[in-house]
């Protein structure tokens, strides 16, 4: 069980359980040595995309179950896939449930998307697949992997008053022009981009998401 960042400050875990404290969003040097066919993260969303990676770049992703016990009660991945806010239900999930593969969704940056990625106030020109989502400004755009769908939905929210939303399911979505910031799980990418891609990956992530 890999315990990120600040949730060693609260999560204590049941008896004969083996924990593993790590910093927060961890690396290679401290996630590989720990890499084993099931694993449990509990952290941010911004810590299990990290682990998450590891795998990806490992190439485990097909021999690997991630359970998960989200540190924050508005977490992107517990809305988007169903599990559990209270962190002992969810410790519940994680340890005696069952995975289900799940879309996993990559950036053009070698990065990837686990619940929610968010582009505010684009300007430019976005594709999702052959589909022209945006031409011009929008307040947002937010981009979600899709269990229903191609792999992911982009929702493109326009109007300053009167809110319009558009979603657009596909593969790929695409963005250019003006530089803006993506924001993938909560974390800012480091400085503005004129071109962004979020794709569903080849592979799926084995997410325990269904409880016993």
């Known amino acids: 069980m890999l315990v990120c960042g600040r949730a060693g400050e609260w999560f204590t875990a049941p008896e004969g359980v083996r924990t593993e404290a790590l910093p927060a969003r961890p690396g290679k040097a401290e996630v590989d040595p720990l890499l084993a066919s099931e694993l449990v993260v509990v952290g ?35 809305a988007q896939w169903g ?11 994680a340890l005696t449930g069952f995975d ?34 945006l031409r011009g400004e929008a307040g947002s755009i937010v981009v979600r992997p899709d269990l229903d ?10 109007g300053r008053l009167i809110k319009r939303r558009q979603r657009f399911p596909g593969r790929a979505f695409q963005l250019g022009g003006a530089p803006s910031v993506p924001v993938s799980d909560g974390v800012p990418y480091p400085r503005p981009m004129e071109r962004w891609t979020w794709y569903r990956h080849t592979h799926d992530l084995r997410l325990v998401i269904v409880a016993r």
Not at 54 to 73: I, Q
Not at 83 to 93: F, S
Not at 114 to 128: D, E, F, H, S
Not at 153 to 158: E, G, L, N, S
């Open 100 to 133: 289900r593969p799940v879309p996993l969704i990559r950036d053009d940056a070698g990065g990837v998307l686990l619940g929610k990625g968010v582009v505010r106030n684009p300007r430019g020109v976005a594709y999702c697949d052959d589909t022209v989502a």
């Open 44 to 78: 941010s969303d911004a810590d299990l995309a990290a682990v998450v990676l590891r795998l990806l770049r490992k190439e485990k992703l097909d021999t690997t179950t991630v359970g998960y016990v989200p540190a924050d009660a508005d977490s992107a991945v517990a």
């Open 149 to 158: 769908g191609p792999g992911l939905v982009a929702t493109v929210t326009r």
């Open 83 to 93: 599990l559990p806010t209270d962190r002992r239900r969810a410790l519940d999930v």
